[in-house]
């Protein structure tokens, strides 16, 4: 049945080459194609770079610094409900808050900070950015908060017996433990922000464009044709990404065991 | 990692405030929009609240205001409880398969992987293509059906590895002495032990499904699910019914969350303190002993 699932979007995508081969021509001789990707790629990078620090204070957080189980488990599923919850809402929620008239700026003109609400807030890379954290930190902290649980505190103790500081035991024990989760993580997030469209479309305002919302874009066009030529390019590009952090880590183990 | 459990490093007062703050990050913007969607007749998007009322709820049930929002909330419970009742069967039968390495395991798993971080506006795209070509008529119960099965089927199958790593086949294996049928084996041992992370897994098909967008989108067909609706309402609607449908949206979560959680931990209490959790208390004290 997996096998069914899985060839029906094989057969999509594998048959897309058979009848359209010219878009493909067209899609390398054009400059914006390159700004699209630059733009995505961007956005990827800085995503991850913020999620990767936040789920990992997190996640060491819960496992090293809660000492009951039941707070423990608590207060990683806290962090996990909304991830049950629609995306779209998640986030149209930031409208009221970053908006012109929004919580934030009315909190910061109360405060006396500035007199004239920041217009950069909504519909800009600020406000794309901030939504994608707010979505994606959680595939941040599952794996890496498991592959933390993991580790044997008595390795820690033992570090700590022979004086090192905790610094260095989250430099030299930590972050080598648990770096199947991390790449777990950033495989997760990084495919997530590559294949966006709605984000991208709600919250920045149209200001900005990326890989997936010119799909998007060619698909309500009814513009089939360049649209599935770029996803096949897509897709090349995400799986060398996946294969690149493979290589860094070796994630079978964690997930075959 | 502390060892003196009395006084805690400030390193720990550090943490729980970047942690406090993640969590407001987390639920501020939802809390926000719970508030607004109780906006007074007069009130607009954003504070301050120009009173308090529940009009634009019941403007949701106005069809020609904010589009079809009775249909389209029907078709995605609907969806999302088939989703949710083929992803179950197929998780658990595929995960007791896989714990057998049959011809063409690694294959398959590496398959359904891949299908979990394959961006989901390609799947939807595969999947309207090939409609396309094979002239079928896509529709929320049949290619939004298939669509929507390629990211809960394989979260549902990591879970039940993670489940079954931990299940003992010693009980299958006692259910065998004692006489019982395969079919036996399964329905009176082996789908009782599984039972709270069927409903884990449940719980993922069930919310996944409902919340699904990018996947759905180009192959729901003509008649939309909630989530497309709401996807309409943010370019079309400037008023709080949009908040309000964000409510009921996530109220409608919260319950599938709430219950399925909630019955996981009184199975998981009530197994604390039947006969057998006695027994494997018993054991542990014994062993306990005859170490000491």
């Known amino acids: 049945m997996i096998i069914g699932v899985s060839f029906f979007e094989y057969d999509g995508i594998s048959s897309v080459p058979a009848f359209q081969f010219g878009n493909y021509a067209e899609l390398f001789s054009s400059r914006i194609t390159l700004t699209l990707y630059l733009k995505t790629i961007e956005y990827a990078l800085i995503v991850w770079a913020i999620t990767l620090v936040v ?17 423990q488990m608590g ?41 004239e609400p920041l217009e950069f807030l909504l519909f800009s890379d600020f406000a794309v950015i901030v939504a ?55 495989i997760f997030v990084i495919t997530l922000v590559m294949g966006d469209f709605y984000v991208v479309n709600t919250m920045s305002g149209g200001h900005s464009a990326t890989v997936g919302l010119a799909m998007y874009n060619q698909i309500a066009a009814v513009q089939y044709p360049p649209a599935a030529a770029s996803a096949v390019i897509l897709l090349v590009i995400v799986t060398l990404m996946v294969a690149a952090i493979l290589r860094l880590v070796d994630v079978r183990r964690e997930l075959a065991s | 990692m502390q060892r003196d459990l009395g006084k805690r490093p400030w ?70 409880l088939i989703v949710l009742s083929l992803t179950v069967a197929i998780s658990v039968l595929a995960g007791l398969a896989f714990r057998r390495r049959f011809v063409g395991s690694t294959p398959v798993f590496y398959l359904a992987v891949a299908s979990l971080i394959m961006p989901g506006l390609l799947v939807g795209l595969g999947v309207g293509l090939t409609y396309q070509t094979l002239e079928l008529t896509p529709s929320w119960y049949s290619s939004a059906l298939g669509a929507q099965l390629t990211l809960t089927l394989p979260f549902g199958l990591l879970i039940m ?94 319950v599938a969350i709430i219950l399925s959680l909630g019955s996981i931990a009184i199975i998981q209490w009530r197994r604390s303190r039947g006969p057998m959790a006695a027994k494997m208390a018993l054991a542990n004290t014994q062993a306990a002993l005859t170490n000491e």
Request: proline letters at 4%; glycine letters at 8%; charged letters at 10%.
């Open chain 1, 55 to 71: 789920g990992f204070t997190v996640s060491y957080f819960l496992v090293f610094h809660v000492r009951s189980i039941l707070w």
């Open chain 1, 75 to 115: 207060l990683f599923l806290l962090c996990t409900v909304p991830f049950w919850t629609s995306n779209i809402i998640r986030m149209i929620s930031w409208i009221p808050f970053l908006g012109r008239n929004g919580i934030f700026n009315q909190a910061l003109m109360g405060l006396g900070v500035t007199s």
């Open chain 1, 132 to 186: 994608y954290v707010h979505l994606f930190t959680l595939f941040m902290i599952v794996p890496i908060f498991n592959s933390m649980a993991r580790i044997d505190r008595s390795v820690v103790e033992a570090a700590l017996d022979g004086g090192s500081s905790r610094w260095r035991i989250i430099w030299e024990i930590i972050v080598p433990l648990s770096k199947t989760g991390i790449a777990l993580g950033s």
């Open chain 2, 11 to 80: 390193t720990f007062y550090a943490l729980s405030a970047f942690f406090a703050l993640f969590v407001a990050f987390l639920y501020g913007p939802m809390s926000a929009i719970f508030v607004l969607s109780f906006q007074g007749p007069t009130g607009g998007l954003t504070f301050p609240m120009n009173g308090v009322s529940l009009r634009w709820f019941s403007a949701l049930f106005q069809q020609e205001r904010t589009g079809d929002f009775a249909g389209g909330f029907t078709r995605s419970i609907a969806l999302a």
């Open chain 2, 161 to 254: 590895f993670a489940v079954l790593s931990r299940f003992d086949r010693a009980y299958e294996e006692a259910g065998r002495d004692l006489g019982a049928s395969n079919w036996q084996i399964f329905w009176m041992v082996v789908v009782p032990i599984l039972f709270p992370g069927m409903i884990a897994v449940a719980l993922f098909g069930f919310t996944l499904s409902y919340d699904e967008f990018p996947r759905t989108l180009l192959t729901a067909g003509a008649k939309n699910t909630l989530p497309m609706e709401i996807w309409g309402m943010t370019t079309n609607v400037t008023s709080p019914a949009l908040y309000a449908l964000g409510t009921v949206t996530t109220l409608v979560s919260f």
